[in-house]
């Protein structure tokens, strides 16, 4: 596996973090297996890097004028299918999707390496257009980050940015229906442009029949009609399909869930909560969150003052032995949502069971009888310790390091567990003040030291004896050692 290249500087490496991320989810689609996804991300990603920065360093220079090219991300994202292509021709196909070697051989793959007036209308368009113009389409249409986010990543100004918007879709429409036009047609094909540019501009136009009956037929009208038609919702679908060809509605739908649980109630500490109005799904987990941590701290404080009046549980030594039993699992509910300090001595939940037995005998007043101190430890025992004793999470991990430049590093985390899960929550410390910055196949939290991995939506589940796996990137300085203390679910992993 090649070595990713490293940052020239710090803009650009907050530009790789960005890349990575999508490069990796469209790689995970191709491949059969997360390590052969790791693979062709790491081949594409340094291919397509090595690519822009000779084209940015090439002879146009002296012209006066770029010429128009692909956004970093579409740039690689093209990348990843041509790195596939060259596997299946030199024998790695078994590496890939049985689905994309299927496409790799056929028609339609030869659509992205054949002539340029046969490629496909979006392709086209988005290639015309310049690139600042292309990545705003991009991120706020396949992308789907929320507008704010992407003013700021592009410098844009946040007030005009929707406008700005409106102009570039109109741009990107100007230049596939030229695009349409110079592609070599037959004469059917030719006597119904006229029609589709007028019917595709209007938002309460009708499709005629027979215009109908020739898009259902007719694969280059089809996807022209999708990239002239930007008010029917069409417009990021034909863009992922237009450019990356196969698995692009998959890509899509991927990184709009992605999108969700980064600045959405997935993660405590939203991107952009500083620009422009908050997301309302943080929103309400934060309202949520907040509403059940004020009722587990009542809830405690209730407990511990009952336990801690001293006159009434001395005549009532059978319910004042019952107590420690009734406020063990009040103390359960710390919430493990949020903090995984929180969750952490739920998981040495045998030994505040022992602990409340000590506890309960230094009192003297609940003690002397030995019957209910008996009774107590055991309904103590199996409150806590027995699920914890009888299930235990029973998982391994492997902790990758990727790649490591001067400030800042990537790497993978694999968890195997023998057991089938519903949802997981991983959680490690870091030793030598590592920040993460950004994460992939999940999202993130970290408090101090302690970084917690919680599971998207699309990979909650993990069979007996199967694998989760995310990566992400993160800062250094002085020493980078690797990550210790890892627990699944609040247990313990080796």
Sequence with gaps: MPDLPTPQDASEAALFSECWDAVLSYADLCTAGSAAA????????????????????????????????????????????TTAAAWEESGQGHKLDP????????DKAARYTGPPLQRPIA???????QEPDAALLWLSEVEALPLQVVARRLGLDPATVSEELIQVRGLFRDRCHRNHLDTPMDAQCRSYARLLD???????????????????????????AACL?????????????????????????????????RLGAGRPDPVDADAGPPNSGAHKARVVRNGLLVAAVLVSALALAVSMMPAGPTGDGGTAGGDPSDRQPVADPGFSLPVTAATRPSSG???????????????????????????????????????????????SVEYDLVNEWPDGFQATVTVT?????????????????????????????????????????????????GELAFGFLASWEGKNSPGYDFTLNGHDCA
């Design 349 to 395: 939940s045998p030994e505040p069971s022992e602990s409340g037995t000590k506890g309960d005998d230094s009192p003297g007043p609940t003690n002397p009888a030995p019957g209910p101190q008996g009774t107590t430890s055991s309904t103590a025992g199996e409150d806590d310790p027995d699920p914890s004793a009888s299930e235990p999470e029973t998982c």
């Design 38 to 81: 790791n693979q062709l991300a790491a081949e594409a990603f340094s291919t397509g890097i090595r690519e822009a920065r000779e084209a940015e360093t090439g002879t146009f220079r002296s012209a006066g004028r770029r010429p128009a090219r692909l956004p970093r991300i579409p740039l690689l994202l093209t990348a990843v299918r």
């Design 123 to 129: 392709l086209r368009g988005l290639r015309d257009m």
């Design 198 to 224: 007028a019917v595709t501009r209007s938002t309460a136009a009708d499709t005629p029949d027979d215009l109908s009956r020739h898009l259902a037929t007719c694969v280059q009208c089809a996807e022209a």
């Design 99 to 106: 689905d994309l070697r299927l496409w790799l051989n056929s």
């Design 229 to 261: 038609r930007l008010h029917g919702g069409g417009l990021p679908g034909a863009l992922a399909g237009g450019v990356i060809g196969w698995g692009g509605l998959a890509y899509l739908e991927r990184r709009r869930r992605a999108a969700e649980v």
């Design 417 to 465: 567990t023998e057991r089938a899960l519903d949802d997981w929550r991983v959680a490690w410390s870091f030793r030598d003040g590592q920040k993460v910055g950004q994460m992939w196949d999940a999202s993130f939290a970290q408090n101090g030291s302690r970084v917690t991995a919680e599971a998207a939506d699309y990979n909650r589940t993990v069979p007996a004896d």
